[in-house]
């Protein structure tokens, strides 16, 4: 099947591979040529090599190319460049034809923009789980902590991180609520967390919210029961800045003993 090209005034050209150049409407112009019907009987790319759409535009008695066939819709890296005006071998040059082919080139700003784009929104999915993860990570502050009246528990160097002395945890068989003071000093220039850890197992077995300066934690619960007797632990204080909690500074360990005592009959 051959569509010859009709002699219209077109004032841009497509460039194929073999070196002939097409005359063809603008995208723009096409759309000004009204709203009757029309029919894309192919397409036209630069290298008709690769086609075996039994299909060809002819420019004149030397001149001709192979085509492709028609597809609503191209790639995602490709363009519509325009449309060529056509007729079919048994028109009438004076026809008014209402054949089209569309031309087809590679859109190279899609296909700089596109992975880049992807790029993009990787990397901000990235950065928004990464925030996530961060902000769930830091504690708030722990709203089960008071203010306390002691004294002696009070930091009178300011420069420095004044840690409690916890040696003993007591709690009942049977029973995950401990009685104890978990205290952040005031004076502190810091948030106090605290961790109570089973050394046997590794196990945190609590972990507290944020403690401001002069305020404790008089009671709290473990993660399980633990068995009567004597367990080796270790209370962590882990320390943030006030302003800007995601700051953390040392962290202090204590070795204690967890003392389960068996409930009285």
């Known amino acids: 099947m051959h569509y010859h090209l009709l002699d219209k005034k077109m004032m841009s050209y497509f460039r194929t591979n073999d070196g002939t150049y097409w005359p063809y409407y603008t995208k723009k112009e096409f759309k000004m040529l009204g709203d009757h019907s029309f029919c894309i009987c192919g397409e036209l790319r630069k290298d008709s090599k690769k086609s075996n759409y039994n299909y060809w535009l002819v420019k004149d008695e030397r001149t001709r190319i192979q085509l492709f066939e028609y597809h609503l819709k191209n790639k995602w890296y490709e363009k519509t460049v325009g449309y060529i005006p056509v007729k079919e071998d048994n028109e009438n040059d004076g026809v008014n034809s209402s054949y089209f082919i569309k031309i087809v080139d590679r859109s190279y700003i899609k296909i700089f923009l596109y992975p880049v784009f992807y790029l993009l929104v990787a990397l901000f999915i990235f950065l928004g789980i990464s925030w996530y993860i961060n902000k769930e990570a830091i504690p708030k502050v722990d709203q089960s902590a008071v203010v306390y ?23 009942q068989e049977k029973s995950t609520n401990v009685q104890q003071m978990l205290p952040n000093p005031k004076g502190n220039q810091c ?18 919210g944020l403690i401001p300066p002069g305020k404790m934690i008089t009671q709290f619960h473990l993660t399980r029961e633990l068995s009567v007797g004597e367990h080796q632990g270790t209370v962590r204080i882990l320390t943030r800045d006030l302003k800007n909690p995601k700051i953390t500074f040392n962290t202090g360990e204590v070795m204690i003993t967890l003392n389960v005592q068996k409930t009285s009959e």
């Open 149 to 171: 009246d002691l004294n002696g528990l009070i930091n009178e160097q300011p420069d420095k991180i004044m840690l409690p002395g916890i040696t003993t945890i007591n709690l």
């Open 191 to 208: 948030y106090f967390q605290y961790q109570v850890i089973l050394d046997s197992t590794k196990e945190i077995l609590y972990k507290s």
